[in-house]
């Protein structure tokens, strides 16, 4: 995730995402019922837990985790299955039709995910390959961004 930090790096962003609140389509799920409803996270071993954690720090709102799992499939057959709630970057959520955005106010920050290489440092043709096939997966089947 950005920024790069390091003055030895450089930084290739590849797409700026935001995660949004997300279930199955079943009644609306309001802005304040967000602390009352049970959730099903990802663990900690994903970066967008911590990101998930500090909203709600930053709004005092304590989330009713009723489950975690280390795998964004059994995520999302879990919310499609059940009345649970969970977050998941937006370009997820549209991938899925049998989950539904919940906005919220106000909405999780948005960050960008950048690939980063080592100033001057050779980059290999496998390097080269991922990066440009990283950007053209954005361009074509994650529409919200350029």
């Known amino acids: 995730m950005s920024p790069a930090r390091a003055l030895e790096l450089l930084s290739n962003s590849v797409i700026v995402e935001r995660d949004v609140l997300t279930r199955a389509p079943t009644e609306p799920l309001t802005t304040h019922a967000v602390g009352h409803h049970p959730l099903v996270l990802l663990t900690h071993d994903f970066a967008t837990r911590g990101h998930i954690d500090a909203y709600f720090v ?3 709102v304590t989330p009713r985790i009723a489950m975690e ?4 499939q059994a995520l999302t057959e879990i919310v499609r299955h059940t009345s649970l709630a969970t977050v998941l970057p937006d370009a997820v959520t549209h991938q899925h039709p049998h989950l539904c955005p919940v906005a919220l106010d106000p909405p999780f920050p948005a960050r960008t995910v950048t690939l980063l290489t080592r100033e001057g440092a050779y980059q290999t043709a496998a390097t080269r390959a991922f990066t440009q096939l990283s950007h053209e ?3 074509t ?3 919200n961004n350029p």
């Open 58 to 60: 930053e709004r005092r």
């Open 69 to 72: 799992t280390n795998s964004i």
């Open 137 to 139: 997966y954005v361009r």
């Open 141 to 143: 089947h994650l529409t």
